[in-house]
């Protein structure tokens, strides 16, 4: 079984500022993928950046960066130059063989 | 292009009404999803078609009833629901089946339900 823990439900961090969300999850698979994905109040679920597990590199999209620890089965998102509209929930997601989603981080970008 | 359309964005329906849910992608994808999600939680797995057939059903009730007519569409029928049935449902779509390696799925802006 496919577990995703995102420990923090909260977050804040100033606009400009950098943030570091919290994700570990657990799984018996050898291969998969690793996602981050935005829901803006809009609601629509957006793909942030995503990880493939056998690579060591670690996934950059712009302003997003992961941070993953293969061994420790940690996937962290940072977001550099926080900006209004980064304001979200954001939702860890592992992509074995269905996708299991964290709980997910509210985060909130103070002007 | 990376779009899945849904329609309506709203709809309000009594407990005795029959409404449906539609959700059309062009991107040639072959595997489509139907997810419900409650306020502040994450996304709960409805229903999977892969190349048309269905191919996951997550215990739903009968209340809700999926349809696929085409590669491209993606129904979901609605009947006698109950006022906790209330919630965003979202509809996704793959280029691969569930399950393949690699495969990233992608959401519509989803359809905000209400029953009465």
């Known amino acids: 079984a496919q577990t995703v823990t995102q420990s923090q439900p909260e977050m804040s961090v100033q606009e400009a500022e950098t943030v570091t969300l919290s994700c570990t999850y657990d799984t018996s698979e050898s291969d998969y993928y690793l996602f981050w994905y935005k829901q803006p109040p809009s609601r629509q679920m957006i793909l942030v950046i995503r990880?493939?597990?056998?690579?060591?590199q670690n996934a950059t999209e712009n302003r997003f960066s992961v941070n993953f620890q293969k061994a420790a089965k940690s996937f962290s998102l940072k977001i550099s130059d926080s900006q209004l509209g980064d304001a979200a929930m954001y939702f860890c997601?592992?992509?074995?063989?269905?996708?299991?989603f964290g709980g997910g981080t509210r985060l909130m970008v103070k002007p | 292009d990376t779009e899945v359309t849904q329609t309506p964005k709203h709809l309000v329906m009594g407990m005795t009404n029959k409404k449906s849910l539609k959700c059309e992608q062009h991107?040639?994808?072959?595997?489509m999803y139907w997810y419900k999600q409650k306020a502040k939680k994450p996304p709960e797995l409805m229903f999977v078609y892969s190349y048309e057939k269905l191919s996951i059903n997550e215990s739903v009730p009968s209340r809700f009833s999926p349809e696929c007519p085409n590669s491209s569409l993606l129904n979901l029928h609605l009947h006698a629901l109950q006022p906790e049935d209330s919630a965003l449902y979202l509809c996704?779509?793959?280029?691969?089946?569930?399950?393949?390696?690699?495969?990233?799925?992608?959401f519509g802006e989803g359809s905000w339900l209400t029953v009465v």
């Open positions: 996704a779509s793959s280029q691969l089946p569930p399950g393949t390696f690699g495969n990233t799925i992608y």
């Open positions: 990880q493939e597990a056998y690579k060591q």
């Open positions: 991107m040639g994808h072959r595997a």
């Open positions: 997601v592992n992509a074995g063989n269905m996708l299991t």
